[in-house]
């Protein structure tokens, strides 16, 4: 039977099913107009019964971050995967390639090393393992320089088990910019970086058998997708992850009006949590870092929002959030609040269960299937 939410023990995490449906159709329309494939980034709610959801909604396929999660949204049906990361190491290059003789599915390179591991365990396989370079585009992070992809894909093509399918970036700089028109001018410098590259080393590319030999150029993230950042021709793939649930982090980029307080409709997961103490200006709830994580929203203090009360979490202990300030007299002991975490992703990975709600009453308790996946 349906449960209340506020019979529910704190601190605990919950979806609204109604908000990340619209979540989907709204990512998927704007694939859909940009004329991409929307092959969405399941870091965030880690569990193949989303990802389905994102399959049914049109995308046509999904990521992970790690071997641990690739095999088990194999194992749970999944069958067009990529990895848009790095791996090194003979035993997860021999992982990979055995996923690849399960379902179709890529990984990304950014050194010879890894080429040559992967080369090394892919030969004699039965199918070719296929490969995507990662091109650094200003994110500063993975990826290699401009100037060294012709070399990974020759390697990658030389290779008799391996495909080389296109080339990838990550533009993560976009959660840092200061407004849309920033954001905007940023990603279309990624854009350009990324389609030069791609053009450059075109006779590299065996290209992707189910696009008829084109290669996959492929961009992604969730405040450019949320912010309706146009497409040039030539990007044929996008890789948001985010957007499903958002956080504080996205709310602004969510809000059409430019204010992130109309961005927080589209928050689909909170953490409930439970005052645990009111002492004239300060209020104590059950949920610390352990349930919120440390991490920073950009542009916001405090490490997370009482989305009812207007309201701040200005410090974190492991167990305990501290807000202080005006208005915290309006909160009541034993009151359990919604907290709209900075960033999602990680808050999903501590805990072992979300609670999904839908018209205010929780029908399905779903653990977290991805939960600690490290290699």
């Given at each position: 039977m349906?449960?209340r939410?506020?019979?529910?023990?704190?601190?605990a995490?919950?979806?609204?099913?109604?908000?990340?449906?619209?979540?989907?159709?709204?990512?998927?329309?704007?694939?859909?107009?940009?004329?991409?494939?929307?092959r969405p980034?399941t870091k965030?709610?880690?569990?193949?019964?989303?990802?389905?959801?994102q399959?049914?909604?049109?995308?046509?396929?999904?990521?992970?971050?790690k071997?641990?999660?690739?095999?088990?949204?194999?194992?749970?049906?999944?069958?067009?995967?990529?990895?848009?990361?790095t791996?090194?190491?003979?035993?997860?290059?021999?992982?990979?390639?055995a996923?690849?003789?399960?379902?179709r599915?890529?990984?990304?390179?950014?050194h010879?090393?890894?080429?040559?591991?992967?080369?090394?365990a892919?030969?004699?396989?039965?199918?070719?393992?296929?490969?995507?370079?990662?091109?650094?585009?200003?994110?500063?992070?993975?990826?290699a320089?401009?100037?060294?992809?012709a070399?990974?894909?020759?390697?990658?093509?030389?290779a008799?088990g391996?495909r080389a399918?296109?080339?990838?970036?990550?533009?993560?700089?976009?959660?840092t910019?200061?407004?849309?028109?920033?954001?905007?001018?940023r990603h279309?410098?990624?854009?350009?970086?990324?389609?030069?590259?791609a053009?450059?080393?075109?006779?590299?590319?065996?290209?992707?058998?189910?696009?008829?030999?084109?290669?996959?150029?492929?961009?992604?993230?969730?405040?450019?997708?949320?912010?309706?950042v146009?497409?040039?021709?030539?990007?044929?793939?996008?890789?948001?992850?985010?957007y499903?649930?958002?956080d504080?982090?996205q709310?602004r980029?969510a809000?059409?009006?430019?204010?992130?307080?109309d961005?927080?409709?589209?928050?689909?997961?909170h953490?409930?949590?439970?005052v645990?103490s009111?002492?004239?200006?300060?209020?104590?709830?059950?949920a610390?870092?352990?349930?919120?994580?440390s991490?920073?929203?950009v542009?916001h203090?405090?490490?997370?929002?009482l989305?009812d009360?207007?309201?701040?979490?200005a410090?974190?202990?492991?167990e305990?959030?501290?807000?202080?300030?005006?208005?915290?007299?309006?909160?009541?002991?034993?009151?359990?609040?919604?907290?709209l975490?900075?960033?999602?992703?990680?808050?999903?990975?501590?805990f072992?269960?979300?609670?999904?709600?839908?018209?205010g009453?929780?029908?399905?308790?779903l653990?977290?299937?991805?939960?600690?996946?490290l290699v």
């Open positions: 349906p449960q939410i506020a019979d529910l023990p704190t601190p995490l919950i979806v609204d099913l109604d908000r990340v449906d619209a979540n989907l159709r709204r990512a998927q329309d704007y694939a859909n107009a940009q004329g991409v494939d929307l980034h965030t709610h880690k569990g193949p019964r989303f990802a389905r959801a399959i049914d909604a049109g995308a046509a396929g999904i990521c992970v971050a071997l641990g999660e690739a095999e088990m949204m194999a194992e749970a049906g999944l069958d067009d995967v990529f990895m848009p990361n791996v090194i190491g003979p035993d997860k290059a021999a992982r990979a390639v996923l690849a003789e399960r379902v599915f890529a990984i990304g390179v950014d010879p090393e890894q080429v040559a591991q992967l080369a090394a892919a030969e004699g396989a039965a199918r070719p393992l296929e490969v995507l370079v990662e091109v650094d585009v200003g994110a500063g992070r993975g990826g320089a401009a100037g060294g992809v070399e990974l894909l020759r390697r990658v093509r030389e008799p391996l399918r296109g080339v990838y970036a990550y533009e993560g700089f976009t959660y910019t200061r407004d849309r028109d920033e954001l905007v001018a279309d410098e990624a854009q350009r970086a990324l389609l030069a590259v053009d450059a080393t075109r006779p590299w590319l065996d290209g992707d058998e189910r696009r008829g030999g084109a290669p996959v150029v492929s961009l992604g993230s969730t405040p450019s997708l949320l912010a309706a146009p497409l040039r021709a030539g990007i044929t793939e996008m890789r948001p992850g985010t499903a649930f958002n504080l982090q709310a980029w809000a059409a009006s430019g204010r992130w307080q961005g927080l409709a589209h928050a689909a997961a953490v409930l949590a439970s645990v009111v002492q004239g200006d300060r209020a104590v709830l059950d610390g870092s352990k349930a919120l994580t991490d920073r929203a542009g203090e405090g490490h997370g929002l989305v009360h207007g309201l701040t979490i410090r974190l202990s492991e305990h959030g501290v807000v202080e300030g005006p208005g915290v007299e309006r909160l009541r002991v034993g009151e359990k609040i919604r907290v975490m900075n960033h999602v992703c990680p808050v999903v990975n501590l072992p269960v979300m609670h999904l709600v839908r018209g009453e929780v029908v399905e308790a653990p977290v299937a991805g939960r600690g996946f």
